[in-house]
């Protein structure tokens, strides 16, 4: 039990960066990008093909995030420059992605075992605590700057940015492109961790972020950048942990991930909702209670 916990804190911090660049274009941008798919799997490609070459493993995450970056780059010029649809423009990068970390790899699987990776003498749950935190708080910086408030503003009012001479364009395709080089960085350290690399590695990564962002917003708020920020890192490791209790039970096997992953999805999209609607009911009950009290204190009033 307790291996199998701490597997699922060390897979969520993993995936955290994820977490946080689908945290960008889903809530700062409101884009909905599906590159995240395909730079995933280029992110483990990159580092998986530099590694096995004898690069260091620093060299080849850093490599992974530049990859990211330019396959991000290349959705936001095809939405903006482009004036493609947004979820169009992210489900072909994706698709063109495969073709180009099949290109990356050279085949479909590529092996690291007995290779230094960044987790050889170092756990991967320090590795990846100390990882995420840096991105974290450079990214709390980064939102804070003029930049990062003119990134955030393109996602809440583009028609208002613009007509104070920001160019929303160029801000759309930085939070694309930064989206997806975390993705890919995520992708690149995945790989490593797991000893592998493989083509469909990256299929169903968008529900997975979406999961952990949701989570992370339900159970600890998003009141401001830092908070949210934080609730996607911790709705990770939360997301990983309910996975890891769900395949514990006895009827449900590995094959059921994606199912028990779209159930949480529905749950965290649902419940917020719900809470919502039986809150309004409880308010508005609690002033018709209030109004009919106070027309009978008038009545009892006029009476005498």
């Known amino acids: ?3 199998s916990m701490s597997g699922a804190v060390e897979l969520g911090l993993l995936y955290a960066l994820m977490a946080l660049g689908v945290y960008i274009t889903f809530r700062i941008l409101d884009f909905p990008d599906l590159t995240v798919d395909g730079s995933f799997t280029t992110g483990g490609a990159i580092a998986a093909i530099m590694i096995s070459h004898g690069y ?3 060299l080849a995450c850093l490599a992974a995030f530049a990859g990211g970056l330019a396959a991000g780059a290349c959705t936001g010029l095809l939405h903006t420059k482009g004036k493609i649809n947004g979820l169009l423009s992210g489900i072909l990068m994706m698709i063109a992605l495969y073709s180009i970390n099949m290109r990356i790899m050279g085949k479909p699987n590529i092996s690291l075992l007995g290779a230094d990776t960044m987790f050889t003498s170092i756990s991967p749950i320090a590795v990846g605590f100390i990882v995420v935190i840096l991105f974290k708080l450079l990214m709390d910086g980064f939102l804070h700057t003029d930049l990062g408030l003119s990134l955030r ?4 009012n583009a028609r208002m940015i613009r007509s104070f001479g920001a160019n929303t364009d160029n801000t759309t395709i930085l939070g694309v ?3 997806n080089g975390l993705v890919a960085l995520s992708g690149a350290m995945i790989a490593q961790q797991s000893g592998f690399a493989d083509i469909s590695m990256g299929i169903g990564m968008i529900v997975i972020g979406l999961a952990s962002v949701i989570i992370g917003e339900a159970i600890f ?3 401001s950048v830092f908070r949210a920020t934080l609730a996607a890192v911790l709705g990770s490791i939360v997301y990983r942990i309910v996975v890891a ?10 094959s059921d991930l994606k199912l028990i992953t779209a159930i949480i999805v529905i749950i965290a999209l649902v419940l917020p909702s719900v809470q919502r ?3 309004q009911k409880a ?11 106070h027309a009978i204190q008038m009545n009892k009033g006029g009476g005498r």
Do not use: F
């Not at 209790?245 to 590995?254: D, G, P, S």
């Not at 308010?283 to 009290?293: D, F, Q, V």
């Open 245 to 254: 209790l769900a395949l514990r039970v006895e009827w449900l096997n590995a």
């Open 56 to 58: 260091s493993p620093l």
């Open 1 to 3: 039990m307790m291996d």
């Open 277 to 279: 609607s039986i809150r």
């Open 177 to 179: 492109s930064l989206s």
């Open 221 to 223: 708020g998003s009141q």
């Open 283 to 293: 308010t508005a009950k609690r002033r018709s209670a209030e109004l009919i009290a």
């Open 153 to 156: 503003a393109t996602g809440d």
